[in-house]
């Protein structure tokens, strides 16, 4: 499996595996991507986290509709993540956030969106 961080107001959009563009027709599916009960907060920002199975080489992930209103979004179309991470790097990544003074912490809890966990968007 593999990992990413994910914010609140954003989404993800297309999804590539090694051939190219997944495809639903060949896979027979859709990726597995699910949102995890664990986020971490870093400068006021709700990072959820996110599991892929290991086909998948990269995540497109571009704002909601409603995250665009915000001025501070307006200026990003989309974001490719190409630098998927391992659990052990999460974890890593938890454990920094948890004992950080510098405004990061560790929350577990439903996501927002409790209808999409589990579900490819």
Known sequence: MKYFFLSDGWTIGR???LGGLWNE?????KPEICQLELCIW?????????????????????PTAEAQLDS????IGQVVLKRL?????VIDLLCAADLSANGKSVTRGEPLRGEERGEWL
């Open 15 to 17: 999804v590539w595996e």
């Open 25 to 29: 027709t060949a896979w027979r599916r």
């Open 42 to 62: 870093e400068q006021g920002e709700k990072l959820w986290l996110y599991r892929v199975e290991d086909a998948v080489l990269m995540v497109e992930v571009k």
């Open 72 to 75: 501070s979004a307006k200026n």
């Open 85 to 89: 991470i391992s659990a052990d790097q």
